[in-house]
C-alpha cells in the first residue's frame, strides 16, 4: 500500500529491471527512451485515479477539463468571444462530470483487466504517434508496478 512517491520510485525500479535484461534485444532512441520514461511514472499512479484524493484523480481532472477547453477555443470556427465561453462552458462541466463520478477504490483500475486494456491502449496509441510500441509497453509496466506495490490483484 505504497503512496505516490513510492509508487513513482517502484515504476522506475520494474521500468530499469526491465530495461537491464531487454537491453540486449534492442536500442533505443531518445524519444523512446522519454516517451517510456514519463509512461512507466504514468502507469506506477494510474491506478489510484479512483480515488478523490490521489494526485493522479487530481491531474486527470484537470488536465482533461483545460484539455477540453483549449480544443473547443483551437478548433471551433466560431467567433473569438463564443468559443471562450464554449470553453468555459466545457471546462466547468468537464470538471464537475469527472468530481462527480465516484468509482469505487481499488475497483476495477486496480484489476489485471485495466491493466491488459491500458497497455494496448498505449502500444496503439505510441505505435501510431512514436512508431514504436515501447511507450505503451512502458505503461503496462508501471501500472503492473503499482499493483505489486498495492499487493492487490484483481482478475476481472
Known amino acids: 500500500m505504497g503512496d505516490f ?3 513513482v520510485v517502484f515504476g522506475f525500479l520494474a521500468a530499469a529491471v526491465t530495461a537491464y ?3 540486449e534485444q534492442m536500442a ?7 516517451c517510456s520514461g514519463l509512461a512507466v511514472v504514468t502507469g506506477s499512479v494510474l491506478p489510484d485515479i ?3 484524493q490521489a494526485y493522479a484523480h487530481r491531474a486527470a481532472k484537470a488536465f482533461c477539463a483545460i484539455g477540453s ?9 466560431y467567433p473569438i468571444h463564443v468559443r471562450f465561453i464554449l470553453a468555459a462552458l466545457a471546462f466547468l462541466l468537464v470538471y464537475i462530470g469527472f468530481s462527480s463520478i465516484k468509482f469505487k477504490h481499488r475497483g476495477f483500475t486496480h484489476s489485471l483487466s485495466f491493466m491488459f486494456l491500458s497497455t494496448l491502449a498505449g502500444i496503439g496509441l505510441s505505435a501510431y504517434f512514436f512508431a514504436s510500441f515501447l511507450p505503451g509497453l512502458a505503461l503496462g509496466v508501471g501500472i503492473l508496478s ?7 490483484f484483481k482478475i476481472s
Not at 503499482?146 to 492487490?152: A, K, P, Y
Open 5 to 7: 512517491h513510492e509508487h
Open 21 to 23: 535484461f531487454m537491453a
Open 28 to 34: 533505443l532512441t531518445q524519444l523512446e527512451l522519454f
Open 50 to 52: 479512483d480515488h478523490n
Open 69 to 77: 477547453g483549449i480544443t473547443i477555443i483551437v478548433y471551433l470556427s
Open 146 to 152: 503499482h499493483l505489486t506495490l498495492d499487493r492487490h
